[in-house]
């Protein structure tokens, strides 16, 4: 399985939710390709937002190799499965998308609602523990698949 996580700038939620699957699917024994993307290009090879990168280091994942990236529509044919992190990153995504594109596109959260932005809310935990917790139930959703 190929999966994209997707948010607005990939320096704060997408690349926190690669981190936490990377580390969880591992231990899990899920083999997965994992990466994540942007929809906009402002932070194009930076890496993660600095109190993101504190904030998951604090939790035992590392952020430091990740840099940003903009979604492509390659994406959707290298990827399964594109997790957008909220329904304006979902609609972007939409409309980047080829005709008969491959991957399968849907928010990250399996009831729709969004992962707040902490780069604008400024609670980076919080939006951990809501990625911890979609995590853990793409991974349930992932076994089921096998």
Do not use: K
């Amino acid at each position: 399985m190929r999966i994209l996580f997707l948010c607005l700038g990939n320096i704060c939620r997408s690349p926190a939710a690669e981190a936490v699957m990377r580390q969880r699917a591992a231990a899990a024994g899920l083999a997965v390709t994992l990466d994540s993307a942007g929809t906009g290009d402002w932070h194009q090879g930076e890496p993660p937002y600095g109190p993101m990168q504190a904030a998951a280091r604090a939790r035992g994942y590392d952020l430091s190799d990740l840099r940003a990236r903009q979604l492509a529509p390659a994406d959707f044919s290298r990827f399964d499965l594109i997790l957008a992190m909220d329904g304006q990153n979902l609609r972007d995504a939409r409309a980047v998308a080829p005709a008969g594109a491959a991957a399968r596109l849907e928010p990250f959260l399996a009831d729709g609602a969004a992962v707040p932005d902490p780069y604008y809310t400024r609670d980076f935990d919080a939006c951990l523990d809501i990625i911890e917790a979609g995590t853990e139930a793409l991974i349930a959703r992932l076994h089921l698949l096998q």
